[in-house]
């Protein structure tokens, strides 16, 4: 029976497969809202990386390239773009085969562009992506990967994208903004100073007089940025309530102000920064972090929204668990260590059965434009089986589904339930 047919008789059970066909249509089809990525709109210039050389040299494989190599991290940073691209290139594509995610999304990207993968011509590669203007390369990675729109990453302390800010150029509507605050929370002895420079009145002591300034910074970017949510990653350690400026800030400042101006906090906890400061960027690490800081910021603030993604696989279950018993958490994303598929289906498993569709599985975390294909490719088979399963568990007992059902369960997992919660107000 096919599902047209189920539909005319909904008496009927649909099969396994016909299932799972009509939620593989509806992910196919599904237009993707992304809420956090790294890529920016072209108003930010170089900021926004994307091609061969780019994807090559992703963070990610840096980590991994280095584990096959003993040359010096020093000189592996003096040599350029385009170099560090051939030698990742021979190490994880040639001397070894790309299995581990990131070398696999290589792959998925070529293919998905109409290149060869079994060629391994990466100078054939390299005159592709040559041959791209960028505006209509954004248009194609869009349409390839099925994107509505992305949430880009805006610190407002980094300069070159301050002063694109400060410009108040309009945007391309497809990449929404994200006001980034890590330097204020976790930098304060150094980031005061940059307020102070700013023109705010603060001083490194945090008095009532601080907090209000800091605020007063926090709307002047809010009024500038429109975000759809203001961010910041966290350590393991990461406590509130605390005598530390971290908390300090969170409870005194954020907190009002995302209150104020119904803009959640995203707070993505447990990245060890730096483990090994020789990798730079690749160097961060993961630590399981301490869930009684959601749960007490839940219950304290019971009128903010909290959008919370954690990096440790060890605090899924009982971040799972806190968002059951606290409507203002919207859980997103398997982050960074945890976007891999085996992880990606276990964790999706877990927060289905417990939260249903009242949860957002995945984020790209898309650094380089062309990530968008690879990593909404592999998640979206991972997302399918999951929810696939889900509905053959609960056909098996007699319950019927629409196509138009599924269609809507799918449209709130690829971004619905994220833009509702946005617009709730407890
Ligand atoms: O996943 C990553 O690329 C990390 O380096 C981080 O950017 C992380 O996602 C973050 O937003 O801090
Ligand atoms: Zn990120």
């Keep these: 029976m096919n599902f047209h047919s ?11 497969s016909v299932l799972a066909g009509a939620a593989k249509k509806a992910i196919d089809e599904v237009q993707i809202i992304d809420l956090h990525t790294h890529i920016f709109d072209l108003r930010f210039k170089n900021l926004l990386l994307w091609g061969i050389d780019d994807l090559l040299t992703y963070h990610y494989l840096i980590a991994e390239v280095m584990r096959f190599s003993d040359m010096h991290y020093e000189e592996f940073w003096k040599m350029s773009t385009k170099e560090q691209a051939d030698l990742i290139w021979k190490t ?22 109409g290149l060869d993968p079994s060629k391994r011509d990466l100078q054939s590669y390299r005159k592709f992506f040559q041959s791209k203007k960028v505006d209509e390369y954004i248009d194609l990675v869009f349409k390839t990967a099925h994107i509505k729109y992305v949430v880009m990453t805006n610190d407002p302390f ?9 410009k108040d150029e309009a945007g391309d509507p ?18 005061y100073l940059k307020l102070k420079e700013w023109g705010y009145d603060v001083e490194e002591k945090l008095t009532e007089k601080t907090f209000s300034e800091i605020k007063r910074f926090l709307k002047d970017w809010i009024e500038r940025m429109k975000p759809l949510y203001m961010a910041a990653s966290l350590p393991p350690e990461f406590k509130v309530p605390a005598d530390n400026e971290t ?27 730096l483990t090994n400061p020789q990798l730079k960027l690749a160097g961060d690490s993961v630590g399981k972090a301490d869930i009684n800081t959601v749960e007490y910021l839940a219950r304290m603030y019971p009128h903010n929204k909290f959008l919370i993604t954690m990096l440790s696989r060890e605090n899924q279950h009982e971040l799972v ?32 059965e417990m939260l249903g569709l009242s949860f957002t599985p995945q984020h790209s ?62």
């Design 158 to 166: 980094v300069e070159d994208e301050r002063k694109v800010w400060l």
């Design 247 to 273: 908390a300090l800030i969170i409870e005194n400042a954020i907190i009002p102000v995302s209150y104020e101006k119904n803009v959640p906090f995203a707070m993505m906890i447990g990245a060890k920064k």
């Design 92 to 113: 994880l594509f040639i001397d070894n085969s790309p299995i581990s995610e990131a070398t696999r999304g290589v792959i998925t990207v070529l293919k998905s562009l």
């Design 174 to 191: 497809r990449f929404k903004s994200a006001l980034r605050i890590d330097p204020l929370l976790v930098k304060w002895p150094s980031s």
């Design 365 to 426: 975390d898309a650094r380089v434009l062309d990530q968008l294909i690879y990593k909404w490719n592999h998640s979206k088979k991972v997302i399918e089986k999951v929810l696939s399963d889900k509905y053959a568990d609960i056909a098996e007992d007699g319950w019927t589904i629409s196509e138009e059902e599924i269609k809507r369960d799918v449209e709130k997992l690829f971004g619905g339930e994220f833009e509702a919660f946005l617009k709730r107000r407890f």
């Design 6 to 16: 189920y539909l005319a008789a909904p008496a009927c059970a649909p099969s396994e």
């Design 321 to 352: 668990v806190a968002a059951r018993k606290f409507r203002n958490i919207h859980i997103f994303g398997c982050w960074w260590f945890l976007n891999n598929p085996s992880v990606v289906d276990e964790i999706t498993r877990e927060r289905m």
